[in-house]
Every structure is written in structure tokens, then in C-alpha cells.
Nanobody, 114 residues
Framework: QVQLVESGGGLVQAGGSLRLSCAAS????????MAWYRQAPGKQRELVAT???????NYIGSVKGRFTISRDNAKNRVYLQMNSLKPEDTAVYYC????????WGQGTQVTVSS
């Protein structure tokens, strides 16, 4: 069974940066298309960024140019570098496969103050 553990969230002022980390155990992130998702209070979970097994990345429009998804195959981790954070980025952030989700981790809370 695959376990996902997200970390790196916190409270940051608008314009600040955070780097989220996702540790996977039980399967290799290198052979899977991976993604970061987020869920804001009262809203549905939404896809934020994806990285294919070949390293191709995609982002939703609202984070393009500010967020960067990456992967360290040796450490079996996926990262999300978030710069120029805005209050509307406030959410619980989760990582998972892009499709055929594994069990969700607990997520990591990101709070951006104005």
C-alpha cells in the first residue's frame, strides 16, 4: 500500500515563498505521473500542477510562473516550490498520482496572509 506524507506548509505573508515536499513509500514516483492538489475551505479539491514520468510539467493558470513542481527520484519525493504567494493560495495541499489516485495523505496547510 502506498503512503504519501506531505510537509513544508505554514503561515507566510503575501509575496513569500514555501517549498512543499511529498514523500512516497510503497511505490516509485519516477514511473508515475504525479501531481499536487489543493483544497481551500468550502471548495472542492483542485489540481494545481502535474509532472509526467518524463518530466513534463503543467500548471493551472493561476499558479503558472509562480509555482514549480519537481521530483527527486533517488529520494522518491515530489516537491512544489511556491513563490509570490497570494492569499488565494491558502489551502491544504496534497500530492498524489495524476490519475488512479492512491490513498490520500493528510496534506499540509498553507496559509497566506495579506
Amino acid at each position: 500500500q502506498v503512503q504519501l506524507v506531505e510537509s513544508g506548509g505554514g503561515l507566510v505573508q503575501a509575496g513569500g515563498s514555501l517549498r512543499l515536499s511529498c514523500a512516497a513509500s510503497g511505490s516509485s514516483v519516477s514511473i508515475n505521473a504525479m501531481a499536487w492538489y489543493r483544497q481551500a475551505p468550502g471548495k472542492q479539491r483542485e489540481l494545481v500542477a502535474t509532472i509526467s514520468s518524463g518530466g513534463i510539467t503543467n500548471y493551472i493558470g493561476s499558479v503558472k510562473g509562480r509555482f514549480t513542481i519537481s521530483r527527486d527520484n533517488a529520494k522518491n519525493r515530489v516537491y512544489l516550490q511556491m513563490n509570490s504567494l497570494k492569499p488565494e493560495d491558502t489551502a491544504v495541499y496534497y500530492c498524489n498520482r495524476w490519475r488512479s489516485w492512491w490513498d490520500w495523505g493528510q496534506g499540509t496547510q498553507v496559509t497566506v496572509s495579506s
